[in-house]
C-alpha cells in the first residue's frame, strides 16, 4: 500500500491549491480516504473525507465552502482543491485510507504573504 501526496507549496493569503494523493498497491475504487493535516504544535485533524464511490463526503464546520475533495477512481487518485487559503491552513497534509490505516507522506502548505 503506498499513498504519494503531491501539490504543495508556498500560497499567499486568499490563494487555490489542488493537492493530489496516489494510491498504489490496492484496491483504491474499494476505500473510503480521508484529507488530514497537521500544523505545528497541533494535533492532526481530518479536513475532508469521501467514500469508496465518491457520493459520500464529509467536511467540518469550519472547513466547509472552501475545501472540496473528489477521486478518480479511474486513475487511483484522490484530490483536495483548497480556495481562499488563510495563514491557519498552514500545516502538513496527508492522505490516509482508514480502513487499512495506511498514510503518504504528507505535502507541506504554507500560506504566507
Known amino acids: 500500500v503506498q499513498l504519494v501526496e503531491s501539490g504543495g507549496g508556498l500560497v499567499q493569503p486568499g490563494g487555490s491549491l489542488r493537492l493530489s494523493c496516489a494510491a498504489t498497491g490496492f484496491p483504491f475504487s474499494r476505500y473510503g480516504v480521508s484529507w488530514h493535516r497537521q500544523a505545528p504544535g497541533k494535533e492532526r485533524e481530518v479536513v475532508a473525507t469521501?467514500?469508496?464511490?465518491?457520493?459520500?463526503?464529509r467536511y467540518p464546520d469550519s472547513l466547509k465552502g472552501r475545501f472540496t475533495i473528489s477521486r478518480d477512481n479511474a486513475k487511483n487518485t484522490v484530490a483536495l482543491q483548497m480556495n481562499s487559503l488563510k495563514p491557519d491552513d498552514t500545516a502538513v497534509y496527508y492522505c490516509?485510507?482508514?480502513?487499512?490505516?495506511?498514510w503518504g507522506q504528507g505535502t507541506q502548505v504554507t500560506v504566507s504573504s
Open positions: 490516509r485510507v482508514p480502513y487499512l490505516d495506511a
Open positions: 469521501i467514500n469508496a464511490f465518491g457520493n459520500n463526503i
